[in-house]
């Protein structure tokens, strides 16, 4: 690879090559940590693929009942476990590339660090050689010093063919040492251009690897993606497949028990039973005065229905603009209707018990095929067991409608 700047020309000075050891090692403790990251973002995907398998699970035995909402749902359970497999393998993939990372940072700090020791040490003998140099300067500087001061002041030729010889001999020690230092020089320079340019190729391996280990941590994780686009093709498929109608049909089917059939106790006198102890006259009295008093009731029952009734006219005619207030108004109107049903059952029992008094014809009556009794000799529970209209709690048939106004109930019953 060719870059504009080399390492070997451009880590020199008095820090140069330490500015570039201290980035080789921010580099290799980036690898360090990096490696350790991995390793956490593998075990993550492996405990977030656990708990995906764990809830598809439960999430399948929910959705056992063949329903479409439990087979949409089923769906994304089973898509969910598709997704865990996904997340497994990413797992997998990130804990190969957090061993090549942690290989690469070993590599890493094996190969820079005899080229560190190097520089170091050559660094060292530099120094070393550098102060004898100034060592040796000065002893030489003071030999010629003493040399020329002998001279001057007239002495003994004999000190001063010995001074010139020390002298001399200094020089001769501080040529050797400045090569010396020289030889040091270039042992360092060497050590540190040998070291730039090894370092650099390291570098360069580094970023190569780390690159293609991205390139790898990438793809693992990009290979969710399909798997995630491809379960929500499917659950899209399942939710469209969804239909309430034939959900509820098919509860009804596989859960329902049976129609409401409302049971509704029917008001009973005492002196309807004729094995009740009472005389013809007085029970005839009493009867008379309950069946007026249900008379009376079922004429408020009417007047209540037909209120209802034209309530619910007004939410037609405004087409519904409330739907809950008239679904609240049908439901009303059903209830008083069942109302006025459990009055007149009431008011034919009592007629019924009347005609028998009086040894007359019995009564017709409706109501008669859904009346059932309970109970004790003298104490019986009567009930009206008529179902609900298949319809119900639809639309109001006009044949709930109540036969009798207010006003034939008042002629009928004399008021």
């Not at 050590?191 to 390139?215: P, W, Y």
């Amino acid at each position: 690879m060719l870059i504009d700047k080399t390492y070997r020309s451009s880590f020199w000075g008095a820090n140069g090559f330490d500015n570039l050891k201290n980035y080789m090692k921010q580099s290799n403790d980036f690898i360090k940590n990096l490696s350790g990251l991995l390793q956490e973002r593998s075990e993550a995907e492996l405990n977030f693929s656990k708990n995906l398998s764990k809830i598809s699970k439960k999430l399948s035995r929910y959705c056992s009942t063949e329903l479409t909402i439990y087979e949409a749902w089923g769906m994304s359970a089973s898509e969910m476990e598709q997704e865990a497999e996904a997340h497994k393998n990413v797992s997998i993939a990130i804990n190969d590339i957090y061993k090549q990372m942690k290989e690469l940072d070993e590599m890493f700090a094996k190969n820079r660090k005899p080229h560190e020791d190097l520089v170091t040490k050559t660094n060292k003998d530099l120094k070393r050689m550098r102060c004898d140099e100034k060592d040796r300067s000065k002893e030489a500087f003071n030999c010629h010093k003493d040399y020329e001061k002998a001279r001057d002041t007239v002495q003994r030729a004999d000190k001063i063919q010995k001074l010139d010889g020390k002298a001399q001999f200094a020089d001769n020690e501080y040529k050797k040492t400045c090569l010396k230092l020289e030889e040091a020089r270039q042992a360092y320079e060497t050590a540190v251009f040998n070291g730039c340019h090894e370092l650099q190729k390291l570098d360069e391996i580094r970023i190569s690897k780390m690159k293609d280990m991205l390139t790898a941590y990438n793809n693992s994780i990009s290979s969710v993606i399909p798997v995630v686009n491809q379960s929500s093709d499917k659950i899209r498929e399942s939710i469209g497949k969804v239909n309430a109608t034939k959900d509820m049909n098919a509860v009804v089917e596989l859960k329902g028990t049976m129609c409401n059939k409302p049971e509704q106790v029917l008001i009973t006198f005492y002196a309807e039973n004729s094995h009740n102890l009472a005389d013809n006259e007085r029970r005839r009295f009493l009867l008379q005065g309950h069946l007026s008093s249900l008379q009376s009731d079922a004429t408020t029952t009417v007047k209540a229905l037909e209120g209802i009734k034209k309530t619910m006219d007004v939410f037609k005619r405004d087409n519904f603009k409330n739907e809950d207030a008239y679904n609240q108004a049908r439901h009303g109107y059903w209830q008083c209707h069942a109302k006025l049903e459990m009055l007149e059952a009431s008011q034919y029992k009592i007629s019924r018990a009347l005609a028998e008094l009086d040894c007359s014809a019995k009564p017709v009556s409706e109501y008669e095929k859904y009346i059932e009794k309970s109970g004790e000799r003298g104490h019986e529970i009567w009930f009206l067991r008529k179902p609900y209209p298949p319809d119900y709690p639809g639309t109001v048939p006009e044949r709930l409608l109540p036969q009798k106004s207010c006003d034939d109930y008042d002629d009928e019953f004399g008021k």
